[in-house]
């Protein structure tokens, strides 16, 4: 097994753990409570937390070419059209605001001159905790756990910043703070009630941008095999 594999294994050892962490019992919420708001971190400072650490550029033998900014798909998916009555968890999803390509560039800088393997693994490696994380979050709503829907929504919000998936990323935040009774684009504090009427909707949005993504980032690398 190749270095970076062998990275990219532990890393992604190290990301899982912390899910678990945040999938663990926490004790319920207090109005007084405030999420935290944090700025998206650098690509750099997260990837470790879904793959591996940073290449060693010095120690190459050679300069790397540069490479040509990735752009979107060719292959584009037909958004489905929303309806005028219906809640945030059915709005149309807008598939050019879906990626951050100047993240998602800068993760691409951390590959191998002739291959994707790392940044493809960040991507796998995101996938899987995805599909966790939304488990264990319609397991939280069930179970009205407000403290656990905001653990994980920030969880999910710093995975989606690694690779650029903003829109991901800009709606697990909401679910953070609203998990921590607190409306901040209102600057307001919630009840519980409240905070779960918010997040049921966002819940749903949430799954459809992430599949739109997931599409987005399997159809590049398809199309970028080397």
């Not at 709005?91 to 001159?113: A, G, M, R």
């Not at 403290?147 to 994980?152: E, R």
């Not at 607190?182 to 997040?199: H, N, W, Y």
Request: aromatic letters at 6%.
């Amino acid at each position: 097994m190749s270095h970076t594999k062998t990275a990219t294994a532990e890393h992604i050892k190290a990301a899982d753990r912390e899910l678990a962490k945040a999938r663990s019992p926490s004790p319920p919420p207090h109005p007084d409570s405030r999420a935290a708001s944090l700025a998206p971190p650098s690509p750099r400072s997260i990837a470790a937390r879904l793959a591996s650490p940073q290449p060693d550029l010095s120690s190459r033998l050679s300069p790397v070419p540069e490479r040509k900014p990735a752009a979107a798909p060719s292959s584009r998916a037909t958004p489905a059209p929303a309806d005028s009555q219906s809640d945030p968890g059915d709005e149309e999803v807008d598939e050019d605001k879906i990626i951050d390509l100047d993240t998602f560039n800068q993760i691409l800088d951390l590959d191998e001159e002739d291959t994707h393997e790392f940044s493809l693994g960040m991507a796998e490696a995101y996938f899987a905790q995805a599909s966790t994380t939304f488990t264990d979050m319609d397991n939280a709503f069930d179970g009205k756990d407000l403290a656990k829907l905001s653990s994980l929504g920030h969880f999910l919000k710093g995975s989606s910043a690694a690779l650029g998936v903003c829109a991901v990323q800009a709606t697990c935040e909401h679910i953070q703070h609203y998990g921590a009774l607190r409306d901040e684009e209102s600057g307001t504090d919630l009840t519980e009630q409240d905070a779960l009427a918010k997040i049921g909707p966002l819940l749903k949005r949430v799954k459809r941008e992430y599949a739109v993504a997931e599409r987005w980032l399997k159809t590049w690398y398809k199309e970028h095999e080397v």
